[in-house]
């Protein structure tokens, strides 16, 4: 146990109360007390000072808590935003598919056709890199141009030949839409405020932090010592990245994805459908997860499909969400630490398991 922070857990609970229970995804009641004790604990365990959670039954929130601590000797509290890291994804997809639908660009027509890309010109396979292929992890890009010794931005494969995770297809499709909108990175978070902020109701979920972003985040909490709190992402649009937010937020747009708004039955269909098989040794295969949608993972499970998506800024925040619209269950959690994604993963199997 760390003497570095206080690992007295605050919790402020929204939408529970003693006796209270939720609905997993199989229809089975647990205990909210059952939720806080299985997150008191995976926080002792990890070392994760601070938590945001919430929890969907029907389309609706029905859970909402914030435990621990956003900076030494602050608690945190339903102000506190998080960097969702990879969360960034497949919201980017949705407001991709946006654009598509309004005939901005098109999921097949080349990108380079509307912004040649000097970063990779010397190799002319980029050419064939669309839209889809960005979002469906088949660009043949590398993660990042600077990874295991890398000095540059290369291809690694026959463009939408197979799968390799990449930010750099996101970041490059940003800056098509800066050039098909004759904006800026700025201009770019103001059309994303304009489509799906302000209609869904999201308070603090942006891919360019503002002021109040800034002034409520959390300080991350990495290798047994406090971080200070950066400004990553004011200068450019980090559509692999970028996106600050928190649970009850995050919530908000779950729901608006189970309930089909802001696309036609059409858009979601194709933002759905299973686009890349995950190679059988990907580590998300292990969970279940198969495939990759128009940015989201997903999986068929017995009782749905589940569609879902991790986050990972350097361990500094990571975060999960999941979703399955035919029953309208969903969970998202925002940590600022770097034990998230593992602990989703694990609340998952444990709400599966109870009454089992």
Do not use: C
């Not at 604990?41 to 808590?65: C, F, R, W």
């Not at 980017?92 to 010109?121: C, H, N, R």
């Not at 304009?194 to 942006?206: C, E, H, M, N, S």
Request: overall charge neutral; hydrophobic content about 35%.
């Amino acid at each position: 146990m760390t003497t570095l922070i206080k690992w007295t857990i605050i919790g402020l609970i929204s939408f529970s109360v003693s006796g209270q229970t939720i609905k997993n995804p199989i229809g089975q009641d647990i205990p909210v007390e059952d939720i806080n004790a299985f997150f008191d604990k995976q926080m002792e365990a990890t070392g994760t000072p601070g938590v945001s959670l919430a929890i969907i039954n029907d389309g609706k929130i029905v859970y909402h808590t914030v435990k621990g601590y956003s900076a030494p000797d602050t608690p945190i509290s339903p102000k506190t935003i998080f960097e969702g890291a990879s969360l960034s994804k497949p919201l980017f997809a949705f407001f991709v598919m946006q654009l598509v639908e309004d005939g901005v660009l098109d999921l097949d027509t080349p990108l380079y056709t509307y912004l040649p890309y000097k970063d990779i010109a010397h190799d002319e396979r980029y050419k064939k890199i669309t839209a889809r292929m960005v979002l469906s992890h088949t660009t043949g890009f590398p993660n990042w141009r600077n990874e295991n010794g890398r000095t540059g931005l290369t291809i690694d494969f026959e463009p939408g030949t197979q799968f390799q995770y990449s930010g750099e297809g996101y970041q490059y499709l940003a800056l098509v839409l800066q050039e098909l909108l004759k904006t800026d990175p700025k201009g770019l978070q103001k059309r994303f405020h304009k489509q799906i902020a302000k209609p869904f109701g999201l308070d603090v979920t942006r891919y360019i932090p503002n002021t109040k972003n800034q002034k409520n985040k959390a300080q991350p909490f990495k290798n047994n010592e406090w971080l200070p709190i950066t400004n990553q992402g004011k200068d450019e649009f980090g559509a692999a990245y970028g996106v600050n937010s928190e649970a009850k937020d995050w919530a908000k747009l779950i729901i608006a994805w189970m309930n089909k708004e802001g696309l036609s039955n059409d858009g979601y269909a194709e933002l759905f459908k299973k686009q890349t098989a995950l190679p059988d040794d990907n580590p998300n295969r292990a969970s279940g997860i198969s495939h990759l949608t128009l940015g989201f993972y997903n999986g068929t499970f017995p009782f749905g499909d589940v569609y879902g998506h991790g986050g990972n800024n350097n361990k500094r925040f990571t975060s999960l969400f999941f979703f399955i619209p035919e029953s309208k269950w969903g969970a998202v959690l925002f940590t600022n630490s770097g034990f998230g994604e593992q602990m989703g993963i694990e609340f998952f199997q444990y709400i599966l398991s109870v009454g089992n």
